[in-house]
């Protein structure tokens, strides 16, 4: 028995010292490739990353349709003007003074504008948004808003505002400002945290903190503001100088496009709330000044 296991062990020896080399050459010619799907985002990275996907045509064709025109609005940045006597403070809803006195130019900017910064030089910048237009009449903005209604040109004489202090405004608002997804709307025509889904603005491309996005349609009605009126909608961005969207964002209600009510239990209904939340998860509570973390800078 020792013998025959001796012998089998030798045979085996000679046959990985002769069949080795050409055994080892053989195989070492042969490529294999190894793909590893991607796995797919999770619905609230791909509502942040502007990747939801796009409803089936046969959704759309069940789908009332809109035709729209849009603006863009902005939060632009003044200081206050404590020497003239023509400047007026933003008010809030109790009728008092929530920032310091504004220019008649940059007022009517805030009201335009429906937010605003205003920078003191000394703290930090405070922030203020547009809440509604039920105020005494303040400022007289007429030759600022050119040919629009009168109804417009009255709400904003009126405009109330509310400071805040996250950055997206998650401590005054349900829903945050999130720029290229943020619309203001008429109330009375879109229900607010309605979204609604362009297909013209799908596949379009623009840049945001310094990345460039490719848009999948879809944007939420959570703002509004004094001179929004009827189909009128004005998209949020965070820079002036950004604008992109040209063939869509035409500023002219002539300039008008098609847009879809999406269902409020549609995913990408769904996705963008969640996206609002994730954004505002480190957010106080509503109407106070966000907590810092202990080891915030």
Partial sequence: MKRLLLSLVLVVAAAAIFLGPPLRAAFAATNVDIVIGRAELHPTAQALAFMLKAPEDEDLATKKKMKLWATYYHMPTVRPSWTSVAAKPLIGKNGKAVSPPLSTEDWCDAAMQGSI?????????????????????????????GELSERIKSATRRARFAPFFHPQACDVRAIPLMAFRTVAVDRERIKMGSVLYIPKLRGETFWNNGEIFVHD????????????????????????????????????PRGTFEAYPVDKNDPAAIALRDAGEEICKDSDRPGRKRKKAANAI
């Fill in 117 to 145: 910064w205003v920078d003191n030089g000394k703290d930090d910048p405070q922030a203020f948004m547009y809440v509604d237009s039920r105020g005494p009449e303040q400022v007289v903005c007429d030759k600022h808003f």
């Fill in 217 to 252: 349609g879809y944007v939420i009605a959570s703002d509004t503001g004094g001179a929004i009126e009827d189909n009128h909608i004005d998209m949020f961005v965070a820079d002036a100088n950004v604008k992109p969207f040209p063939d869509i964002v035409r500023s002219n």
